[in-house]
């Protein structure tokens, strides 16, 4: 299949995240994508540049205010006396209280920042806009008829809100991508099986009955993003009985991920769209730094065969998934998988 990359990712290299209270390099890394793509090459897919496909994406998913902040933010950040290498927020609207929009930077890192996982360098917009890209150009292969085309988006993308960067992602691939396929489907799904709750995604579609989305993660009872992931979320207005929350109990293996997976599908064949995206995150592996569940790398084919059996067209946009010896692996399996089927 085609695997649309850019290496305009390589100069984010986030270097402060907070994890339990201690600053340490973001598990985020370019290395990453190499991987990944060294991965895709020795398969034998295809490898394309993306296009340069314009502000108009971004834009459709994204609010001016958001997009604006995090192209400016770090340049204005340095204008700071004393200030880091980096963008990190320290102070945080309260929910429910009243909020002015702050026209100071460090007010507005604390307003578009969800937590200290998503730090803004110098070279943080530019490869997240050709992620975005990459996102794009993936969906409009699909659109132009390609059964599949996987984009592998660094950064990723999920945990990025409307107007909110968080969890390593600054602008939502996956949402950017099922927004393009709307173009010409009337209805899209997005699949999520990156092993953290799509946040960012299911709120950017939470009061909208034209894009389903289905996330598989471990419990948010114990694992980020906490706040959202749980079952009784189902979306509001329009959309309410649009969203579907699958959480699993840590530890889950390849069987129980399987079963939550045939609800999943069972609800998107009922939805019956007309394309496909998949969050494709690879940190449910086993072996994966995160250990919260426990897939392995033939699960990951398995998973994706799955997928490939829904019959539709289908974007695959790389999420999570972190340094770990058979990162390159599980991503073969699971492009190997949706191959043997579709
Ligand atoms: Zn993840």
Redesign the pocket.
């Known amino acids: 299949m085609r695997v649309i990359y850019s290496d305009q990712h390589t100069g984010h290299d986030p270097q402060q995240f907070i994890l339990r209270g201690r600053m340490k390099r973001s598990n985020e890394q370019p290395e990453r994508a190499t991987l990944l793509l060294e991965a895709a090459r020795s398969q034998g897919h295809e490898i394309v540049a993306p296009g340069d496909h314009g502000a108009g994406p971004r834009a459709a998913v994204h609010t001016p205010q958001y997009l604006r902040f995090l192209e400016t933010a770090w340049e204005r950040w340095q204008q700071l006396e004393g200030a880091s290498e980096e963008v990190m927020p320290n102070i945080h609207p309260f929910p429910g209280q009243p909020c002015t929009y702050p026209d100071s930077v460090v007010g507005q890192a604390g307003y578009h920042m969800g937590d200290m996982a998503s730090s803004i360098g110098r070279h943080t917009w530019h490869a997240a806009v050709w992620s975005a890209h990459a996102a794009t150009h993936a969906a409009q292969l699909v659109l132009d008829g390609e059964r599949v085309a996987y984009a592998l988006c660094r950064p990723?993308g999920h945990h990025a809100f409307a107007d909110r960067a968080s969890?390593f992602t600054y602008l939502n691939n996956t949402a950017i991508a099922a927004q393009q396929l709307r173009q010409r489907h009337q209805r899209v799904a997005i699949l999520d099986v990156?092993?953290?709750h799509g946040n960012g995604t299911q709120g950017i579609f939470w009061r909208r009955k034209d894009v389903l989305t289905v996330s598989l993660h471990g419990d948010p009872r114990c694992s980020y993003p906490f706040f959202t992931g749980h079952a009784h979320e189902i979306g509001e207005g329009e959309g309410l009985g649009y969203n579907l929350n699958l959480p699993l109990a840590p530890g889950t293996g390849d069987g129980g991920f399987l079963a939550a997976l045939a609800t999943a599908n069972a609800t998107i064949r009922a939805f019956a769209p007309g394309a496909l995206v998949v969050a494709l995150?690879l940190?449910a592996y086993e072996g994966d730094p995160?250990k919260t569940l426990a897939v392995t790398t033939s699960g990951f084919g398995r998973i994706l065969a799955e997928v490939a059996r829904l019959g539709l067209p289908t974007v695959l946009v790389q999420?999570?998934?972190y340094l770990c010896e058979d990162l390159g692996a599980n991503l073969a399996s699971a492009l190997a998988g949706f191959e043997r089927v579709a």
């Open positions: 990723p969890g990156d092993v953290h995150g940190d995160y999420e999570g998934g």
